[in-house]
């Protein structure tokens, strides 16, 4: 897949949004980000993914990350989906901006075109493209769902908690890791160094190799 892609520097790019005109550099600042991608306003798996992603917008605020929506319309049909939007999901407001690419320019450069599908103009759609972003500005995970199959908000909530516990400490998490589940020390951490570093102790698994690198913890 050409384009955009983990570690890769997203670009600093300027567009007009909800929000009025937008460097992404500057909105995101230090902070880490999410930037994700929706096929077209008024569409109905669109609207059920931007009102959770408000409902969801307070424990994304919580751990640091700001969010930025992006669909291909312009910033007027934004606005007035968005009343949409909140009506759908009661209680939500969309206080996230929400990139505006009626020329598809954002799209590409995001690396976030979906192939297989086109307006009625034959122009190229976005996929449910989803980056997590962190403060460097480096792509640290991505999601690329096709326009039929809605994004999951606890798994992006999930995915972000794993990140942030992998930047902060030594540490990956396990297959199904839930937060709050114990984390794997990372192979790299010798056990005496591992003393050091999780006083708390660590639990190795005993595997038939007795090679220890299956060591869990709690951080
Ligand atoms: C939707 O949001 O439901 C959708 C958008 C574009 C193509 C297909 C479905």
């Given at each position: 897949m050409p384009g955009l892609t983990l570690g890769d520097t997203i670009p600093d790019l300027e567009a007009d949004s909800t929000h009025g005109r937008i460097k992404l550099y500057d909105f995101i600042d230090?902070?880490?980000?999410i930037i994700f991608s929706h096929p077209g306003d008024f569409t109905p798996v669109c609207t059920t993914e931007l009102g959770k992603m408000a409902a969801y917008a307070k424990e994304f605020e919580k751990r640091g990350v700001k969010l930025v929506g992006l669909s291909c319309d312009d910033v007027q049909s934004h606005k007035e989906w968005m009343k949409d939007i909140e009506a759908y999901t009661p209680g939500c407001k969309v206080t996230y901006p929400i990139l505006a690419d009626p020329?598809?320019?954002i799209i590409k450069q995001l690396n976030m075109v979906d192939?297989?599908?086109k307006d009625s103009s034959g122009?190229?759609?976005p996929s449910r493209a989803l980056h997590i972003v962190g403060p460097d500005k480096k792509v640290k995970l991505s999601f690329l769902y096709p326009a039929s199959t809605g994004r999951n908000l606890?798994?992006?909530?999930?995915v972000l908690e794993s990140l942030q516990k992998a930047a902060k400490h030594k540490v990956a998490t396990p297959a199904n890791w839930?937060?709050?589940?114990p984390v794997v020390?990372?192979?790299?951490?010798?056990n005496e160094r591992a003393k050091e570093m999780f006083p708390q102790g660590f639990e190795t698994a005993d595997l038939p190799s007795?090679?220890?690198y299956l060591r869990f913890t709690k951080v």
């Open positions: 230090d902070s880490w980000a020329n598809r320019e192939p297989d599908e122009n190229q759609l606890d798994e992006v909530l999930r839930k937060p709050g589940d020390i990372s192979a790299s951490v010798s007795k090679k220890d």
